[in-house]
Structures are given as structure tokens and as C-alpha cells.
């Protein structure tokens, strides 16, 4: 639970706008302390988040607070982003598979772009712009939710697979721990960065989705890692990322990607493309040479 002056650290609304959009619109419904003192939950932190982001994009108060009390989620979807793009022929393909649940073409699929040996590219050109294809699908009616889900736990068990097959890190090599924050579930990007930092001789720690901030910094303090990366794939993220790369930068150096980094102000941000991201920090880690 959080006090106003927190909730307004964490979301960049200010006191006095979050009482407004509380009062007026009905955004968030507060707890109240023993004191009689407002308390926000992680849910109304993010709804806040996603009120904050739909209002500097140039919606209105009443009209982005409709969006959000109806549905949180489905609004933060309305926001304009950055994008992977590609012109491999291959990204309308994954879509296709999710559409016919083609099970033998969407193998084919996946082992003939993993054979390519280099991985970062595969990540960058193919695979992350053919999943923002398939979202933007999903959000068109075009694909249904198990046909999403159908391709993306494929797509999932190849980058796990192929993150327990690479050779280990030599011993002296440097750790980072790489994951997601709090409540934050959209692990695809974070695990193919983590996939093609460990391919380029780095002892990566995975530590997944959805990570409560104090199993963070345990896992920190104990690893004593030389960074700790983290993703910010969604505006719901904002708060929870915000709060932890605050407290994890008293630890280590604190680096960022996914399409929202460039909203919180701590940290190092790592750019849009993962694939790149993980071999330069590869390069500036341990020297390897960065390869095309």
C-alpha cells in the first residue's frame, strides 16, 4: 500500500491532480489507514499510470477515465508506441500460424529462424516485430486469444530451450540478472534479451515474470550481479519499475529496455531492440567482439 505522496512519486501524477481524478472521475477508490489516510494498492498505481500516459497523449480527462474504469488494460493498448519493423516475409507467417493453429508449419517456422546462428538478429529483425504483429492482430479481431496464446507459448518454449542449451558462462565471466518487475507478465522481450546476453558469454541469471521487489533485492544483494536488467514492456509497468530500479540502484547498475524505458528516470536505458541491447552490454562486460 502506498500513501499519496508515494502514489505520486511512483506515477508522475501529482497530489493534487490524482485527488481530482479520483473524486471526479472515480479512477482509483483508496483504502483508508487508521488515521484516515488514503492508501493506494498496486492496481490503482497502475490505473493511475495508465490515466497519466492516456492524458499526455492527448486525450481527455473524462475521456481517459471512462477507458481506464471500464478497462485498464484495453486502454494502455490505445497508446501509441514504438514498434519493431521488418521486412522479413516471415513475420506475417507467425500470424498466420495463430489463425489456423498450424502446429507443423509454425515448428517449421520457429526451427528454421532459430537455426540461424545469429541470434541477435533473429530477435531484432524477425522475431520481436512478428509477435508485435501478432498483437496487433489479436487487438483487431484478426486472431483470437488461444491462437495468441498458441504461438506465443511456442515462440516461449523455443527461447527457453535455447537458453538452457547454450554453454555456460566461463567462471570468471560477469552476471547479470535479468527480469520483470512486480506484476509484470510480458516476459518475451526480457527473455530473448537474457537469451542472447548468455549466447555472448555472459552468466546470466534469469529470474522471469512478475518479481515482488524484496525477492529482487535478495536475489541482488546475494548474486552481487554487475547489473541488474529489467523491462518495462507496458505503461502498467511504470510504478513497479520505477520503485524497483530505485531501490536496486543503491546495489548495482540498474539498466532498462522495453517499449516504456525511456519513462522512468532512473537507470541506464538500453534502447528498443534487444537483440542489439544484449551484444553491446556483452561487448562493454567482458570485451567480446560484437559480431554483425
Known amino acids: 500500500m502506498y500513501t499519496v505522496g508515494r502514489t505520486a512519486e511512483l506515477t508522475g501524477v501529482p497530489t493534487g491532480t490524482l485527488r481530482k481524478w479520483e473524486q471526479r472521475y ?16 498496486d492496481d490503482a498505481v497502475r490505473r493511475l499510470s495508465v490515466m497519466r500516459s492516456l492524458v499526455d497523449a492527448g486525450w481527455s480527462a ?8 471500464e478497462d485498464p488494460a484495453a486502454a494502455e493498448a490505445q497508446l501509441p508506441r514504438r514498434e519493431a519493423t521488418s521486412t522479413d516475409a516471415r513475420v506475417e507467417e507467425l500470424v498466420a500460424c495463430a489463425v489456423d493453429f498450424d502446429v507443423p508449419r509454425l515448428e ?17 529483425d524477425w522475431l520481436m516485430p512478428a509477435l ?31 537458453f538452457q542449451t547454450l554453454p555456460p558462462a566461463p567462471p570468471a565471466s560477469p552476471r547479470v540478472v535479468v527480469g520483470l518487475a512486480r506484476g509484470s507478465r510480458h516476459e518475451m522481450g526480457v527473455l530473448a534479451f537474457a537469451t542472447v546476453l548468455r549466447s555472448r558469454g555472459v552468466a546470466v541469471t534469469y529470474l522471469g515474470a512478475d518479481l515482488p521487489l524484496e525477492a529482487w533485492l535478495g536475489a541482488v544483494g546475494l548474486i552481487e550481479p554487475a547489473a541488474a536488467v529489467l523491462a518495462v514492456p507496458s505503461v502498467e509497468d511504470l510504478p513497479a519499475v520505477r520503485e524497483a530500479a530505485e531501490a536496486l540502484g543503491a546495489l548495482t547498475q540498474v539498466l532498462l529496455g522495453g517499449a516504456h524505458q525511456d519513462a522512468v528516470a532512473a537507470g541506464e536505458h538500453l534502447g528498443h531492440l534487444p537483440g542489439a541491447a544484449a551484444v553491446a552490454l556483452a561487448h562493454r562486460l567482458s570485451g567480446i567482439p560484437v559480431r554483425a
Not at 482509483?28 to 487508521?34: G, H
Not at 486472431?143 to 518454449?157: I, K, N
Open 26 to 41: 472515480g479512477v482509483v477508490v483508496p483504502q483508508r489507514s487508521a488515521g484516515n489516510y488514503r492508501l493506494y494498492n
Open 62 to 69: 473524462q475521456e481517459a477515465a471512462r477507458h481506464v474504469v
Open 132 to 162: 508485435g504483429g501478432l498483437g496487433r492482430a489479436w487487438q483487431r479481431g484478426e486472431v483470437s486469444v488461444a491462437g495468441e496464446h498458441f504461438v506465443t507459448a511456442a515462440v516461449h518454449r523455443r527461447l527457453g530451450l535455447l
Open 108 to 124: 517449421r517456422l520457429l526451427a528454421g529462424a532459430f537455426a540461424d546462428p545469429y541470434l541477435a538478429r533473429v530477435v531484432d
